[in-house]
């Protein structure tokens, strides 16, 4: 007689959120190369696109606390579900909203922002809920990689679909993508909690003292500044370093820029299967944190202050693997060490951290776009985000911790 292993539940569960985080990415990233073609249509400045690139983090930033602090008490599937529809219907919008008025184009970016806010917090719920203790490094690592394989497709595809459609036809369909999706949410996600009730996430009050005042919730909180500094930074300027440094065409210019994000995602999820690995060898949780976060950080600012000796697009595209794919470590950093310090408060956390993981994306993104215009060149912003990121290191490395604080 035979018998047939049934496909875990959380295996659904993880699959789902990665592919709502990729659909995020593919959202929020396609304006980077968009955005290239309407410079040119609108008449924009560098400093006019930054602020165009950089609208969504607006609404991004707003509901963080918000979107944990829901999902923390309603669970994970309402509010992600709710979220990726919402954002889908404002990414359709955005081409109309540029027709109109620049002011239009970026208050649809603030809405998509608003949308997109849920889609970690809620996904850390939802592994809080559904995953084993001994797999939430890997869970959060391969949820959070969708970041990188959503931007691997986006840039390309959106170059392409720029070059032979026109800049509004990648929000049309990608916006499709995300409607899509809901339907298999709705219809394969089942409800309640997968793991027991002393492991999961939610069902008490949140000690919002405690939590703002524990020195490791606020290791987690400056790092995460820190790594989305870099991760913003790239994800928004890439496709025009490229273009404007090595004078490729625009198609080229998403093709080169999605090249660090591949890295980025296979190095995501083998420092996921890492951590666990280390964590099962009974490492302590510590331990594992500060050394995925060291690696991640130090060694991407070590590849982007070599940046500048870039004299070709393949150099420049080798260095930026380099650091993208040490970036990737801080998925298995202070990625899932919100379990390690406050198992049932990780989806709060998540949010409250990602609010300063966003200002990257509000300033960080413009003052790039500010320094590229008065330095003529990109070293300027490598350096920064390279002392930023060292700066993460050295803080998590002194006061990041894997023990439980807060039960």
């Known amino acids: 007689m035979t018998t047939t292993r049934r496909w875990p539940a959380h295996y659904t569960v993880v699959l789902l959120c990665f592919a709502a985080v990729f659909i995020s990415y593919i959202d929020r990233t396609n304006i980077s190369v968009a955005s290239i073609a309407m410079q040119e249509e609108f008449s924009w400045t560098e400093t006019t696109k930054g602020i165009v690139l950089s609208s969504f983090f607006v609404g991004y930033i707003l509901l963080q606390v918000v979107s944990g602090t829901l999902a923390n008490r309603y669970g994970g599937k309402l509010v992600l579900g709710v979220a990726v529809v919402w954002w889908s219907l404002f990414t359709v919008l955005t081409p109309p909203a540029a027709l109109l008025s620049l002011p239009a184009l970026i208050a649809a970016r603030i809405a998509l922002g608003l949308g997109e806010a849920a889609v970690f917090p809620a996904s850390i719920n939802m592994v809080g809920r559904w995953v084993p203790t001994a797999q939430r490094s890997r869970a959060v690592a391969l949820f959070s990689s969708g970041l990188s394989i959503g931007t691997v497709f986006s840039l390309p595809v959106t170059g392409w679909l720029v070059r032979d459609y026109g800049w509004p036809v990648p929000f049309y369909a990608f916006g499709l993508a995300g409607l899509v999706w809901a339907a298999f949410w709705i219809t394969k996600v089942p409800r309640g909690r997968g793991v027991e009730e002393e492991q999961s996430v939610g069902g008490r009050t949140i000690p919002w003292k405690r939590l703002l005042s524990n020195t490791a919730v606020w290791a987690i909180i400056i790092n995460h500044f820190c790594n989305n500094w870099a991760l913003y930074v790239l994800l928004a300027w890439l496709p025009s370093y490229f273009k404007t440094t090595f004078d490729v065409t625009l198609a080229n210019a ?143 490395l002194r006061f990041g911790s894997g023990e439980r604080q807060i039960d």
């Open 254 to 396: 998403g093709l080169l820029s999605a090249a660090p994000w591949l890295l980025s995602f296979v190095m995501a999820n083998v420092a996921g299967s890492l951590a666990d690995r280390m964590l099962r060898r009974g490492q302590s949780a510590t331990v594992v944190r500060k050394t995925m976060q060291g690696i991640g950080l130090l060694g991407g600012a070590s590849f982007l202050l070599l940046m500048p000796l870039a004299t070709t697009a393949t150099t420049g595209v080798l260095l930026m693997c380099g650091a993208a794919g040490s970036l990737a470590f801080c998925l298995a950093g202070f990625g899932p060490n919100c379990f390690d310090i406050a198992p049932r408060y990780a989806d709060v956390i998540w949010g409250i951290s990602n609010t300063f993981g966003t200002i990257p994306g509000i300033i960080g993104v413009a003052v790039t776009g500010w320094l590229v215009e008065r330095t003529g060149g990109y070293t300027a912003p490598f350096v920064v985000t390279a002392v930023i990121a060292v700066t993460g290191a050295v803080i998590f």
